[in-house]
Each structure stands twice: as C-alpha cells, then as structure tokens.
C-alpha cells in the first residue's frame, strides 16, 4: 500500500521536476511559500473545494494549481478511482516530498541568504 | 549522482565538486553541483565579468538609448555587437557603441571631466536620442569616479535627457551574473516608479527577462497583443526606456530569464505587490501552457486557446519532420543561464534528441537543480567549465551538436563537432512555434551539412575518393528512415520567410479593451 503510494507520489513529482519552475524560487522562505501555497491550492482543486484566488498573489498561485490539477488528472488516470480522503493523503505526501526535495533535503547553498 | 572528476582536472581537486552525473534513481539532494563562486586559480573560466553582465546581457537590449562605458575603451568593445539584441528602431543600439576611453592620465588625474564631454557629445551626435545608461568598468570603479554626480549635473543643464547610472564594475562578482543583480536593483531603485504609463488594456504585464535575440520578443509581443493583453514594459530586449521606468503598473510579472531577471521581479513583487509567474517560451507545449496560464490569471484563457490551436495546426508537421530525422542524436547543452532549463527536457521530447550533458558558464546552483531535474539521467552536468573539460566532455561523449557560446563553439569546430550558438542563435527568433521550428532547422542544417563529413578528411594523408560526387544534406538524413517517413504527404520541411519579423512588424491588431472605462461611459 505504502509502495503503491510512493510509485503515484513519484509520478507527480516527475511531472512538476520535469515541468514546472514554481518550486525552485531562490530562497528557503520564497520556496516554502510557493510549495505551500501551490500544492496546497492544487489539493483543494482535486478534492473539488472552493479556492480564494481574489489577490493578485493568490490568483498566480492558483493559475499553477490549476494547470497542475489539470496536468495530474490527464497524465495520471488513477486519480479518478481513489476516494477524497486518499487523494488528500497522497497530497499531503507529494508536499512533504517537494519540501523535501526543494527545502530541506536541497544542497543549494544559497537558499538561506538573507538577501535575495 | 558520484561527483564526476575530469582526468584533465585532476590538478585541481576542488573542480569535482562542480561536475555531477545525474544517476538512475537519484535526486537533487543527493549530489548537485556548486556554482555562482568566484573561478578555481588554475581554471581558464569561460565566464564574462560582472560589468558584462550588466551592459552586455540586460542594459544594452534597451534600444532607445545610448550606452556609454565609462572605462578603456578594451571593455566596450567586448560588448559590443556580440549578441544579436535587435530591434525595431533600426538596431540603434547595437549600431553605436560609446565609451570614454580612458587613458592613464585619466586613471591619474581623475575621469569625471572626460565622462562630462563623452555625454555632450554622444547626445550631439545623436539628437533623437534622449536617454542614456553609463556603465561603470574597473578603472572608474577603482579611482572612485562619481559617476552619479556627473549624470545628475548633465540632467540639471539639459532638462530634457535622463541618464541611468550602472556601477557595476568587471571584479563585481564571480562572473557576468553578479552584474545581472546589480543592474535590476539599480534599475529598479533609480528609475521604476519614475513615469506613469497609459493604462490601455484590463490586462497588464510586464515581460521579464527577454532580450530580443533575433526578434524573439517580438514574436511574443504578437501573441501577447492577439491576447488583448498590454506589454507595458520588456525588461530590456527591444524595450524602451521610459517604459520600463513604468514596470511598476503592471498586473503580472511574467519572467522568462529567471536567471538574469528574477531579483527585479522579486523586488516588484515586494514592494508593489506585482506576482511573478515563470514561463517557458521555447518548444511547443512549453509555449502553450505559458499563453494558457497567462489567459488563466486575466480570466481569458479560450483567447489564448484559439492561438494554440492555431500555431500547433500550422506548425506541428514541420516540427515533427525535423524530429523524424534528428531522433537520438546526442546534444551538449552548454549554454550561459537560463537555456539549460529552458531547453533540457523539451528538445528532448520534441525534436528527439539526447541531452548527453548540460552546463552553466555562470548559473547559479538553483539553475542546476532545474537543469539536472529536466535532463535525462546520465546526463553529465557540470558548473563554470573551461575548455580542456569541454574537450575532455566531448571526447568521451561524442555529441552530434552541442549548442553554446560562440568561444567554447570555436573549440568544439576544431574537433569536428557542429556547434550552434545558444546565446546569439543562427537563424532565430526561436521562440514561439515558428521560431522553434526555425530551430529544429537550423540543428538539422548544423547535424547534418555535408561539410563536416569533408573536414574529417585529411588531405595531407588520407585518400580522397574521386569516385562519388558530394553528399546532400538530405541523402545523409534520410539515409535510415523508413519510407513511411521518407515518403510522408503530411510532415514537410520548414515554409515560412527567411525573414519572419517583417511581416510581423507590420502587423496591426483589434483595440485593447478596458472594462472600467467602458462602464464609465
Ligand atoms: S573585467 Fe573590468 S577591465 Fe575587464 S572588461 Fe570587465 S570591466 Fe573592463
């Protein structure tokens, strides 16, 4: 089960290494924002929740989301067989890797300049 | 992903730690290149230096100004007309190049006076002209030259010029990306916030990070316009430098060259709440989700559908012609920045290619994190390299092509390996679906000429066949392809004009639409 779940996490995840630039901002706290925020947002597009996207800030954030959400749906046809409470685990999950990947676990020394 | 040591670096052991190869199952964080620091001694960088970086990358694309150096003349002239910035003023800016050229007695007695006299005369000679941007180098940065102070007297007598001053001399930086820093923070300190602009359009952007290479912007800007979305300012290339002072009106960001032009839209986004979306320009479905999200933000996304249908039906099989016969030929990516993410993954899907190595003269480590996460594994991918490394590289890797800068490009001739210039192009624009598809040509063109067949020959010792005539383009390409392809009613080569831009030039568009004044009415 747990396998089963980090092969589908993975398969996102190649889709936002190899698609998107959202998640690589040059600062710890720039790249925290944009994880939260965007995959936050994209959960909330697949469970089928309202969004606020009424700033302008918001409003970016979700235009990622929703390309995303749309992305995963096309590419990754097993989402439509898993129930709400499974797809907002294996959400849960794939943020936990992205701030893994681009946050904590990320060698880039820069990240924690205190300028931008 | 092992650290990767060149034998011909072995002198050197701190190179390791910049040359990664990504690894099957590995990530980022198990190894990634260090970058943006200062060249190893013993290292023959390829790097520019940082007053480069500000003048020749980002100031020079402006094209309603006079860019003056204010140093010896040695530092103008390798920024000038290296890099095919155009523009639709008639390339005023890379037809003129200014300096003071200083001298020793200048560098003993003080530049200031000489600085007032260029910037006189440079506005005598060019009277349409009333803009202008001063590029500080090592010498009036070392005797401490008030360049400022200069500008501003200047400004005082002539009310009607306005002068940009960008202190960022060569030693400024490890390399030409420090110079990138300095001239958006200075830019947007000095001048943004400086005009108001004309509000056209409900939706506004500024385009970031674009340079006009061989009319790339231009070829955005149409799209943008057939959106009913108003550029208010292209940070620089082919932009004007009154609107760029107005870049604080804009609605959305929207960066390009992250590399070269994030601080500016991270600074915009802090202290006038602008957002920053990053797009792709290049290849076809990078292009396509860039319009869509843009339609997305300003609620028009059908707008920028109907031009993705458009551009795909019109462009695709010439596309997929080129891809036909450059499937799995090897690339060495090595350009400047921003190109190693932007092409890594999608000359790979879309014209077929392998990306056999990437690496960055001047990127930061975030550019390899998206570089090495869009290139395939076992891609060797390397920061700050120099030319023995890329010999080695291309010694043990055999790349059909690699596309890079015109010195590295040089090197790679003299070992036979065609080269494209990643930084000027050849025969550009390459964004948009056209432009990409000008690009697939143009590796087909450089794979494929018959030329480097001839020049493995050595005349002095091989022996040259009198039997066969010459090899076509065409007979080497299609040599293996399948008739189905060979013979395809559907795919065809590239058809559009040896010059697209002149049409686009001309062309005009609907009105922008502005819902509040159309309620106020
Ligand atoms: S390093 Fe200094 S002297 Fe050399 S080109 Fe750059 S600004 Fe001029």
Redesign the interface.
């Known amino acids: 089960m747990a396998e089963q779940m980090n092969d589908k996490i993975a398969q996102m995840e190649n889709y936002i290494?190899?698609?998107c630039?959202?998640q690589?901002?040059?600062r710890t706290w720039?790249r925290k924002r944009q994880n939260e925020n965007i995959l936050g947002m994209t959960k909330r597009i697949l469970l089928g929740q309202p969004v606020d996207k009424d700033t302008?800030?918001d409003?970016?954030y979700?235009?990622?989301a929703?390309?995303m959400a749309e992305a995963f749906r096309e590419r990754c046809p097993w989402l439509a067989d898993m129930t709400k409470d499974e797809i907002a685990a294996l959400m849960d999950g794939l943020y936990e890797r992205i701030d893994?990947?681009?946050v904590t676990?990320?060698?880039?020394?820069?990240l924690n300049d205190q300028h931008? | 992903m092992p650290y990767h040591e060149f034998q011909c670096s072995k002198c050197i052991p701190e190179r390791k730690q910049h040359a990664v190869i990504k690894g099957k199952g590995e990530t980022l964080t198990d190894a990634l290149p260090l970058g943006y620091l200062n060249t190893i001694p013993g290292s023959i960088s390829e790097r520019g230096c940082a007053y480069c970086g500000a003048k020749h990358v980002i100031g020079t694309p402006m094209k309603d100004v006079i860019h003056l150096s204010h140093g010896p003349i040695g530092c103008t002239y390798d920024t000038w007309q290296t890099k095919r910035y155009i523009s639709d003023n008639d390339n005023f800016q890379i037809k003129y190049t200014f300096a003071t050229d200083m001298k020793e007695k200048h560098i003993v007695f003080g530049a200031e006076k000489q600085l007032k006299q260029s910037i006189m005369e440079a506005f005598k000679a060019c009277p349409h002209i009333k803009r202008m941007s001063i590029y500080q180098t090592c010498a009036s940065a070392l005797i401490g030259d008030d360049i400022e102070a200069v500008a501003q007297e200047v400004m005082d007598e002539m009310p009607d010029v306005d002068i940009f001053v960008c202190n960022s001399p060569g030693f400024g930086g490890p390399s030409q990306s420090g110079g990138h820093h300095k001239i958006n923070i200075a830019w947007l300190n000095q001048k943004v916030g400086t005009v108001e602009p004309e509000i056209k359009s409900d939706y506004v952007i500024n385009y970031v990070g674009e340079y006009n290479i061989q009319g790339d912007q231009e070829v955005m800007i149409d799209f943008f316009n057939r959106m009913g979305v108003q550029v208010l300012a292209t940070f620089t290339g082919n932009g004007r430098y009154d609107d760029l002072r107005a870049m604080h009106r804009a609605h959305l960001n929207v960066l390009e060259c992250a590399r070269s032009a994030e601080y500016i839209c991270n600074e915009l986004r802090k202290r006038y709440g602008t957002p920053r979306l990053d797009i792709d320009g290049f290849g076809f479905e990078p292009m396509a989700v860039s319009l869509k999200k843009i339609g997305l933000f300003f609620g028009i996304e059908d707008r920028a559908q109907a031009i993705i249908d458009e551009e795909t039906a019109r462009w695709q099989p010439e596309l997929d012609w080129y891809k036909a016969r450059l499937l799995g030929k090897k690339v060495c990516l090595w350009p400047g920045g921003s190109k190693l993410w932007h092409w890594a993954h999608v000359i790979h899907e879309e014209m077929g290619v392998d990306v056999v190595s990437v690496y960055t003269k001047f990127g930061h480590q975030g550019d390899m994190e998206k570089g090495i996460s869009r290139c395939e594994e076992g891609a060797l991918a390397f920061d700050d390299p120099n030319e023995l490394e890329g010999l080695e590289a291309m010694e043990t890797l055999k790349p059909d092509i690699i596309f890079t800068g015109k010195r590295p490009g040089e090197v790679a001739k003299k070992i036979r390996v065609p080269y494209l210039n990643a930084h000027a192009y050849h025969n550009g624009p390459w964004k948009g679906w056209e432009g990409w598809v000008r690009f697939a040509r143009d590796v087909y063109n450089a794979i494929y000429s018959p030329i480097h067949k001839l020049a493995l020959l050595d005349i002095s010792k091989d022996e040259i066949p009198t039997d066969k005539g010459f090899e076509t383009q065409r007979m080497l390409s299609d040599a293996d392809l399948s008739d189905e392809i060979k013979n395809s009613t559907t795919l065809r080569e590239y058809t559009g004009k040896y010059n697209c831009l002149k049409d686009l030039r001309k062309k005009t568009y609907a009105p922008f639409e502005r819902r509040e004044l159309a309620d106020a009415v």
Not at chain 1, 105 to 110: D, R, T, V
């Open positions: 290494m190899k698609k630039l959202w690589f901002h040059s720039d302008p800030e409003r970016c979700w235009v990622d929703v390309t893994f990947l681009t676990g990320s060698l880039n020394q820069e931008y």
